[in-house]
């Protein structure tokens, strides 16, 4: 979900302009598509992340920020995700999975650590490769987030 987020409109601004973005509240599309209604290239959907309504194949990039920490919110034990959440997780990688074209990239944006993360990117049904970074070391007092980047058709590192 892009929430109320600029991002869909800053990366417009640094040339990015087929930008598809979707959330689950109808009121926050239709605020985002007037809010952004300057900029052609952006499109907006109201859409349920477990059940993208886009042919196979049709992004050469899927970047969510956060949108994936929302499945985990009600977890209160990060080392034992309960079944419901792990297939949450699980149906939302498919279908972005499903979504990439042949080398194709899906970059995500979590505050979840690596040992928490990796399990349920690291798949080999998903066919993609995975890379992660840690990034706001430097900030003192910041939270840290994490850059995962998974590339479609690449093998997963054992």
Not at 27 to 33: Q, V
Not at 72 to 87: G, I
Request: charged share 20%.
């Amino acid at each position: 979900g892009c929430g109320n987020s600029a991002l869909s409109h800053d990366l417009h601004e640094l040339g990015y302009t087929d930008v598809t973005s979707i959330d689950f509240s109808p009121a926050c599309i239709a605020a985002m598509r007037a809010r952004y209604a300057c900029c052609p290239g952006l499109r907006w959907a109201v859409m349920d992340i477990r059940a993208l309504a886009f042919p196979d194949a049709s992004f050469d990039v899927v970047l969510e920020k956060g949108t994936l920490d929302v499945l985990m919110v009600e977890e209160t034990d990060p080392w034992e995700v309960s079944p419901q959440a792990a297939a949450a997780m699980r149906r939302v990688l498919a279908e972005v999975s499903r979504l990439l074209r042949p080398g194709g990239c899906f970059i995500s944006i979590p505050f979840a650590q690596p040992h928490f993360r990796k399990p349920h990117y690291a798949q080999e049904a998903f066919g993609w490769s995975l890379r992660h970074a840690a990034c706001g070391d430097g900030d003192t007092g910041a939270f840290h987030y994490f850059l995962y980047v998974m590339r479609k058709g690449q093998p997963l590192d054992p």
